[in-house]
């Protein structure tokens, strides 16, 4: 079997500003043709991808880590028309056991600007079900992204990092907190109905926000969320009527042009008689204009400026985040034993046949050499060889099954086909 690799090269909320993850953001069904792109690059075996709001990043299985770690930075600045060397310094590269680890830790919310948040395991689970959709994960990246769910599940359930863990809904209220003196007389706008603005929604009406107003561009789709919500519906093309009624907008949706700009703002602020407004833009790309920051009295967050915000909650996260490594730390050894055991089990067997096929032309040549002399001398010469065959073996195939089950066996793998030449053509062997 052909040697592999795993590469995975991305960026993140700690090495790229929103401008440039958003740049990068595969939405608006550009993954499924994107991810046919990517394994049509020579070299590349499997693929997936991941893009969120605060991460794009691309895990790809190949034979060569040289030539896949240079072939997904070029395929980022391709897919997206941006310079190479306008990505490179937000890039990180991770390969083989790193790029598992790393997986595993994004799974988990270990990388997470929200660490315990349990949102991007979802995104990452559908996301990876594109990829298998459309073929491009094989036997490699099924398992990984298989075991990090598994991984992400263990992680909630042994430690307390999910309980312990802010998210990006309570460093909203945090926010709201710091522009209002009380929430209780509030009403709060959510526009787009994706799950990070639903729950963002839910933790301001559960700190006493009175009233929530849920507008989408499809209104049936609105309707439902304000069920869900205890909430009232608004059709899109009423959301500048029914902005001036809104002290708190969370923005969750974005497209080619700006949501709300400032005149729209302005005009609201106004007809509110200039109380405050506080806005918040979870979307990547962004939806909401930043120019409306300049109003008298608007407040606008982005996506960016939660960090900070959560980055106050740090000390009981940081102590079950050690104990979650521990758990990924184990995981990824498991995972490994794994994946380098699909190159010792073919070359256990490669050995054995290579080795039996010799003793068997050997065989042949001895007893048409002494014919029909003693009818006896081919029963012994089969015992006498074949025992020499295993004893032979029992010690390089032994090392193989021992060291299937550490680290640095490709060493042994590589060894082993070096020198019994396996793959070599049996008419190249010396007689």
């Known amino acids: 079997m052909e040697q592999r690799t795993i590469v995975l090269v991305?960026?993140?909320h700690r090495t790229a500003p929103v401008e440039v993850r958003e740049r990068l953001a595969f939405g608006n069904g550009r993954l499924e043709p994107?991810?046919?792109?990517?394994?049509?690059?020579?070299?590349?075996?499997?693929?997936?991808?991941?893009?969120?709001?605060?991460?794009?990043?691309?895990?790809?299985?190949?034979?060569?880590?040289?030539?896949?770690?240079?072939?997904l930075p070029a395929f980022l600045a391709r897919e997206h028309g941006v310079a190479d060397p306008a990505l490179a310094t937000h890039l990180y590269t991770h390969a083989d056991r790193e790029a598992v680890r790393h997986l595993f830790r994004v799974a988990a919310s270990l990388d997470s600007m929200v660490v315990g948040e349990s949102q991007v395991l979802g995104q990452l689970k559908e996301q990876y079900g594109?990829?298998?959709?459309?073929?491009?994960?094989?036997?490699?990246?099924?398992?990984?992204?298989?075991?990090s769910f598994s991984v992400a599940k263990r992680v909630r359930s042994e430690t307390g990092i999910a309980e312990k863990a802010v998210s990006?809904?309570?460093?909203?209220?945090?926010?709201a907190r710091g522009i209002f003196d009380r929430l209780e007389d509030k009403t709060a706008m959510l526009i787009g109905a994706g799950a990070m603005g639903e729950l963002t929604a839910r933790q301001l009406l559960a700190h006493g926000v009175g009233s929530v107003m849920v507008v989408n561009r499809t209104y049936e789709r609105a309707m439902d969320v304000a069920r869900e919500l205890g909430g009232m519906p608004v059709p899109f093309d009423r959301l500048a009527r029914y902005l001036p009624l809104a002290d708190l907008v969370i923005g969750t949706a974005s497209g080619e042009d700006f949501l709300l700009a400032p005149p729209l703002v302005d005009e609201a602020m106004r007809e509110r008689r200039r109380r405050p407004m506080f806005?918040?833009?979870?979307?990547?790309?962004?939806?909401?204009?930043?120019?409306?920051n300049a109003i008298d009295d608007v407040y606008?967050?982005?996506?960016?400026?939660?960090?900070?915000?959560?980055?106050?909650?740090?000390?009981?996260?940081?102590?079950?985040?050690?104990?979650?490594?521990?758990?990924?730390?184990?995981?990824?050894?498991?995972?490994?034993?794994?994946?380098?055991?699909?190159?010792?089990?073919?070359?256990?067997?490669?050995l054995r046949d290579k080795v039996e096929g010799i003793r068997r032309r050997e065989l042949a040549r001895a007893l048409a050499a002494v014919g029909d002399a003693?009818?006896?001398?081919?029963?012994?010469?089969?015992?006498?060889?074949?025992?020499?065959?295993?004893?032979?073996?029992?010690?390089?195939l032994t090392a193989l099954r021992r060291h299937e089950a550490q680290a640095g066996e490709a060493f042994y793998v590589d060894a082993a086909r070096r020198l019994f030449r396996l793959g070599a053509d049996p008419d190249d062997e010396e007689d």
């Open 300 to 350: 606008l967050f982005d996506i960016d400026d939660l960090e900070g915000v959560i980055a106050d909650n740090k000390g009981a996260r940081a102590r079950e985040a050690v104990k979650a490594e521990t758990i990924i730390d184990a995981e990824v050894d498991a995972f490994w034993r794994w994946f380098t055991s699909l190159d010792v089990v073919p070359t256990i067997v490669a």
């Open 168 to 175: 990006v809904g309570s460093a909203a209220v945090e926010l």
């Open 34 to 71: 994107a991810l046919r792109e990517l394994i049509a690059v020579p070299g590349i075996l499997e693929g997936a991808i991941v893009s969120t709001c605060n991460r794009v990043e691309v895990i790809a299985c190949g034979a060569d880590a040289a030539a896949v770690g240079s072939a």
């Open 10 to 12: 991305g960026l993140n």
């Open 279 to 292: 806005f918040i833009d979870l979307a990547v790309p962004r939806g909401l204009d930043p120019g409306i």
């Open 374 to 396: 003693d009818p006896r001398m081919g029963e012994v010469l089969e015992r006498v060889t074949s025992a020499i065959v295993n004893k032979i073996l029992h010690g390089p």
């Open 130 to 147: 594109v990829a298998a959709s459309v073929g491009a994960s094989g036997r490699v990246l099924h398992r990984c992204f298989h075991k």
